[in-house]
């Protein structure tokens, strides 16, 4: 019998995405041409435009689940998708987990009845909060005996064992089992904690989330896997909702989209399925690549030509695996690769920023067509490459920067201003925050920008230093003081007049002065008369009046605030969960010390969405790690490799969560020796070298300095390459 179902391998650029829209337009035309001889045959008559294409069709209105590895690319398949239909058809785009949270909380009555849950809507968990309240809920248990024993703070350690039972849920594993793989897996390793101390604590967690109907990524995947899918009822409503599946790189799912994709085909469900031998970014994290390809067996397979023509990766692929794997070998690569050489990092981020700015005002490329990559960008490789390119006119776009919130100057003044307006937060504020704070907050208002170059414009480091303010830095640090009055539950501000030489201050300072203070005294006349409804509408009041203010903020700016009132509004909503169900008595203000400390903490929270600002694609070099380059699926005229000495560049530029080996399939519960690990790096560079140069097309920059950031010498993988470059570009060449 064979198969309607398509499996379509391919390596990167090969055109998977294409040919997977194309099979989806394939379905279309012949579910239309079938209905229409249905209908005509059901009714006597030729079907008209009036009558809904799919009105007879299985007696049900069929729907197509489209699945992407991230959001991203899931935002782009569907717009894709829907233009080539015209959006006709009923689709619905998402990512696995994504798929996974929206069934379980649409069919979360029925996961009531069957688990006797309270009766309650559920609320997911954002990872910061997440790791917080189960620290709180482990800490009488994680004594410092355990953490001796675990080598790792207690942050780290929480965030490990939260990471476990997520790995778990993505293999299809309940909880319980968690500790037999782990016993088996870690056998007598006595450098780790015990497997049943670590299973007790993750078994505690599940049921004191879900007795407050809070939900993790890790809960809601096993929920899905072991309770949902196994329901008969949601069976027959799942496959009635979904006579077709779309899955785009399928080597980044967990396990369990496996277990999805085989009950449709079993019910009759046509998919289509594209999967890349030299993806597997997600491996390590969740994802599991061997398992997934078992889909194959049940499909006809389409095996796609290679990477675009103009790629490097026909062309260089094979001698750079050779070069890396046999470093013995004599051999030199073509002059499309080059080599920046320096002895320090200092000098090589300097010279490959020059490199390319050299390069894009000679017209020799574009900025859009530039790409600089790293195994990790530390903060001080970005801001140096963001300063160099910038003040040569050259935008930079940071993929995916994940940087803490409290970070940004405008989220640490608005913080301040919130220990300045409620009581009992005076602990949380000192001077320098308190200059900083009247900094960000007197900036002047904008004119608005009318030209199409002002949507392009890409804001990269800290913007508030490029913004004119009434109160530079050197005056606020004057006022801070002078009129700052530290207390531990009223600190103040006092009038500008307080300090004898006010005068020094200028008209435009002391007139900024002065209204801020004006705006804090009636803040908080209102917070003690009860008229502020939360912290959050007391930040949004400030967003308004101090920094949005008519003007138009740069995308970071915005995407900063976003984050900050889309996590507080979180923190409050389950901070209101917990108080219901068990309420405590507190300070009236502690959730708020509580959130401030989280931040305070370097906290990275959840990308806001939109992640991504809307227009057409900047004008602007594009700044990534390995994994994020490789996940956003781009590709680039030139490519810049940074740190190509680095060791990073084996782990593929993120770190393998602890335990993930013992949960992929093929090899559950097995010991991960020092043997697996050493093959699994050479596949794991082997892959990135041939996904990376399928995505360049014309030259390969090698950037290497002998000395790393804290001064060790740089023996990485990618040395030999570096090694049989020709064309070399070193600081004797600049200077």
Same mark, same amino acid.
């Not at 997600?282 to 103009?310: F, H, K, Q």
């Given at each position: 019998?064979?198969?309607?179902?398509?499996?379509?391998?391919?390596?990167?650029?090969?055109?998977?995405? =294409?040919?997977?829209?194309?099979?989806?337009?394939?379905?279309?035309?012949?579910?239309?041409?079938?209905?229409? @001889?249905?209908?005509?045959?059901?009714?006597?008559?030729?079907?008209?435009?009036?009558?809904?294409?799919? !009105?007879?069709?299985?007696?049900?209105?069929?729907?197509?689940?489209?699945?992407?590895?991230?959001?991203?690319?899931?935002?782009?398949?569907?717009?894709?998708?829907?233009?080539?239909?015209?959006?006709?058809?009923?689709?619905?785009?998402?990512?696995?987990?994504?798929?996974?949270?929206?069934? $379980?909380?649409?069919?979360?009555?029925?996961?009531?009845?069957?688990?006797?849950?309270?009766?309650?809507?559920?609320?997911?968990?954002?990872?910061?909060?997440?790791?917080?309240?189960?620290?709180?809920?482990?800490?009488?248990?994680?004594?410092?005996?355990?953490?001796?024993?675990?080598?790792?703070?207690?942050?780290?350690?929480?965030?490990? %064992?939260?990471?476990?039972?997520? !790995?778990?849920?993505?293999?299809?594993?309940?909880?319980?089992?968690?500790?037999?793989?782990?016993?088996?897996?870690?056998?007598?390793?006595?450098?780790?904690?015990?497997?049943?101390?670590? *299973?007790?604590?993750?078994?505690?967690?599940?049921?004191?989330?879900?007795?407050?109907? #809070?939900?993790?990524?890790?809960?809601?995947?096993?929920?899905? @896997?072991?309770?949902? #899918?196994?329901?008969?009822?949601?069976?027959?409503?799942? /496959?009635?909702?979904?006579?077709?599946?779309?899955?785009?790189?399928?080597?980044? +799912?967990?396990?369990?989209?496996?277990?999805?994709?085989?009950?449709?085909?079993?019910?009759?469900?046509?998919?289509?399925?594209?999967?890349?031998?030299?993806? *597997?970014?997600?491996?390590?994290?969740?994802?599991?690549?061997?398992?997934?390809?078992?889909?194959?067996?049940?499909?006809?397979?389409?095996?796609?030509?290679?990477?675009?023509?103009?790629?490097?990766?026909?062309?260089?692929?094979?001698?750079?695996?050779? #070069?890396?794997?046999?470093?013995?070998?004599?051999?030199?690569?073509?002059?499309?690769?080059?080599?920046?050489?320096? /002895?320090?990092?200092?000098?090589?981020?300097?010279?490959?920023?020059?490199?390319?700015?050299?390069?894009?005002?000679?017209?020799?490329?574009?900025?859009?067509?530039?790409?600089?990559?790293?195994?990790?960008?530390? *903060?001080?490789?970005?801001?140096?490459?963001?300063?160099? !390119?910038?003040?040569?006119? %050259?935008?930079?776009?940071?993929?995916?920067?994940?940087?803490?919130?409290? @970070?940004?100057? &405008? %989220?640490?003044?608005?913080?301040?201003? !919130? =220990?300045?307006?409620?009581?009992?937060?005076?602990?949380?504020?000192?001077?320098?925050?308190?200059?900083?704070?009247?900094?960000?907050?007197?900036?002047?208002?904008?004119?608005?920008?009318?030209?199409?170059?002002?949507?392009?414009? $890409?804001?990269?480091?800290?913007?508030?230093?490029?913004?004119?303010?009434?109160?530079?830095?050197?005056?606020?640090?004057?006022?801070?003081?002078?009129?700052?009055?530290?207390?531990?539950?009223?600190?103040?501000?006092?009038?500008?007049?307080?300090?004898?030489?006010?005068?020094? &201050?200028?008209?435009? =300072?002391?007139?900024?002065?002065?209204?801020?203070?004006?705006?804090?005294?009636?803040?908080?006349?209102?917070?003690?008369?009860?008229?502020?409804?939360?912290? &959050?509408?007391?930040?949004?009041?400030?967003?308004?009046?101090?920094?949005?203010?008519?003007?138009?903020?740069?995308?970071?700016?915005?995407?900063?605030?976003?984050? #900050?009132?889309? /996590?507080?509004?979180?923190?409050?909503?389950?901070?209101?969960?917990?108080?219901?169900?068990?309420?405590?008595?507190?300070?009236?203000? /502690?959730?708020? %010390?509580?959130?401030?400390?989280?931040?305070?903490?370097?906290?990275?929270?959840?990308?806001? +969405?939109?992640?991504?600002?809307?227009?057409?694609?900047?004008?602007?070099?594009?700044?990534?790690?390995?994994?994020?380059?490789?996940?956003?699926?781009?590709?680039?005229?030139?490519?810049?490799?940074?740190? =190509?000495?680095?060791?990073?560049?084996?782990?593929?530029?993120?770190?393998?969560?602890?335990?993930?080996?013992?949960?992929?399939?093929?090899?559950?519960?097995?010991?991960?020796?020092?043997?697996?690990?050493?093959?699994?790096?050479?596949?794991?560079?082997?892959?990135?070298?041939?996904?990376?140069?399928?995505?360049?097309?014309?030259?390969?920059?090698?950037?290497?300095?002998?000395?790393?950031?804290?001064?060790?010498?740089?023996?990485?993988?990618?040395?030999?390459?570096?090694?049989?470059?020709?064309? $070399?570009?070193?600081?004797?060449?600049?200077?």
């Amino acid at each position: 019998m064979v198969s309607h179902s398509v499996w379509i391998v391919g390596t990167s650029r090969s055109g998977k995405t =294409a040919r997977l829209v194309e099979q989806f337009c394939n379905w279309v035309t012949s579910e239309k041409q079938y209905t229409e @001889s249905f209908y005509t045959k059901k009714t006597g008559r030729k079907k008209t435009g009036h009558v809904p294409e799919f !009105l007879y069709l299985k007696q049900t209105e069929p729907g197509v689940l489209v699945l992407a590895a991230n959001d991203d690319n899931r935002r782009e398949l569907g717009d894709i998708i829907v233009t080539s239909t015209l959006g006709k058809y009923p689709v619905r785009a998402k990512t696995p987990l994504g798929f996974f949270q929206d069934e $379980v909380i649409l069919f979360w009555p029925l996961l009531i009845n069957s688990l006797n849950l309270k009766a309650q809507f559920p609320v997911r968990l954002r990872p910061e909060t997440e790791q917080e309240l189960a620290t709180k809920l482990w800490r009488p248990q994680l004594d410092e005996e355990i953490l001796r024993l675990a080598g790792v703070n207690e942050s780290r350690l929480v965030r490990r %064992i939260l990471d476990l039972l997520q !790995l778990a849920a993505y293999s299809g594993i309940p909880c319980e089992d968690i500790a037999q793989i782990l016993a088996k897996g870690l056998g007598e390793n006595t450098t780790t904690l015990e497997p049943e101390f670590l *299973a007790s604590l993750l078994l505690d967690w599940r049921n004191w989330c879900l007795e407050r109907g #809070l939900l993790t990524y890790g809960i809601i995947t096993e929920l899905y @896997s072991q309770h949902l #899918l196994s329901d008969r009822n949601y069976q027959q409503h799942l /496959t009635k909702r979904y006579q077709a599946v779309l899955a785009d790189d399928v080597d980044d +799912y967990p396990s369990v989209a496996r277990l999805l994709f085989e009950l449709l085909l079993d019910r009759g469900a046509v998919g289509a399925f594209s999967y890349n031998p030299d993806g *597997a970014v997600r491996l390590g994290l969740g994802a599991d690549p061997n398992y997934l390809e078992g889909l194959a067996e049940r499909c006809r397979v389409e095996i796609l030509n290679g990477p675009p023509s103009e790629s490097l990766s026909e062309q260089l692929t094979k001698q750079m695996v050779e #070069l890396v794997t046999e470093p013995m070998v004599m051999l030199s690569l073509p002059k499309t690769v080059y080599s920046i050489q320096t /002895t320090s990092r200092a000098q090589l981020l300097r010279q490959t920023a020059e490199e390319i700015a050299n390069a894009i005002q000679s017209q020799q490329v574009q900025p859009e067509e530039v790409a600089i990559i790293a195994p990790g960008l530390d *903060a001080i490789a970005r801001y140096t490459l963001v300063e160099i !390119l910038v003040k040569q006119n %050259i935008p930079v776009e940071s993929l995916n920067d994940q940087r803490p919130l409290i @970070s940004s100057p &405008i %989220i640490r003044a608005l913080l301040t201003m !919130l =220990a300045l307006v409620y009581p009992g937060l005076g602990r949380l504020v000192d001077r320098d925050a308190v200059a900083e704070m009247l900094v960000v907050l007197s900036r002047k208002q904008q004119p608005p920008e009318n030209s199409t170059d002002a949507m392009n414009r $890409v804001s990269t480091t800290d913007a508030m230093n490029r913004v004119s303010t009434n109160i530079d830095p050197v005056r606020a640090g004057l006022i801070a003081d002078y009129c700052f009055v530290p207390h531990p539950d009223r600190p103040n501000l006092l009038p500008v007049s307080v300090f004898e030489r006010w005068d020094r &201050i200028g008209y435009a =300072a002391t007139t900024a002065y002065s209204e801020i203070l004006e705006w804090l005294e009636q803040q908080r006349s209102q917070q003690e008369l009860r008229l502020i409804p939360s912290p &959050i509408s007391l930040l949004d009041r400030a967003i308004q009046r101090f920094l949005w203010n008519g003007s138009n903020l740069p995308y970071e700016q915005l995407a900063a605030l976003r984050e #900050l009132l889309e /996590t507080a509004q979180h923190y409050w909503e389950i901070d209101t969960r917990l108080r219901q169900i068990a309420p405590v008595e507190t300070t009236p203000h /502690t959730t708020i %010390i509580e959130f401030i400390q989280l931040l305070r903490r370097g906290t990275i929270t959840a990308n806001a +969405y939109p992640v991504r600002p809307i227009g057409g694609a900047r004008k602007a070099v594009t700044l990534a790690t390995i994994f994020q380059y490789r996940s956003s699926r781009r590709s680039h005229q030139w490519h810049f490799w940074l740190d =190509a000495g680095s060791p990073l560049w084996a782990k593929g530029g993120a770190a393998t969560l602890f335990g993930a080996p013992f949960f992929l399939r093929d090899r559950l519960g097995e010991p991960w020796t020092a043997e697996d690990e050493k093959l699994a790096e050479e596949q794991r560079l082997q892959r990135i070298l041939t996904d990376l140069l399928s995505r360049v097309s014309e030259r390969v920059y090698l950037c290497h300095s002998d000395l790393a950031v804290n001064g060790q010498e740089q023996l990485g993988p990618l040395l030999p390459l570096v090694n049989a470059c020709v064309t $070399v570009i070193s600081e004797a060449n600049v200077n």
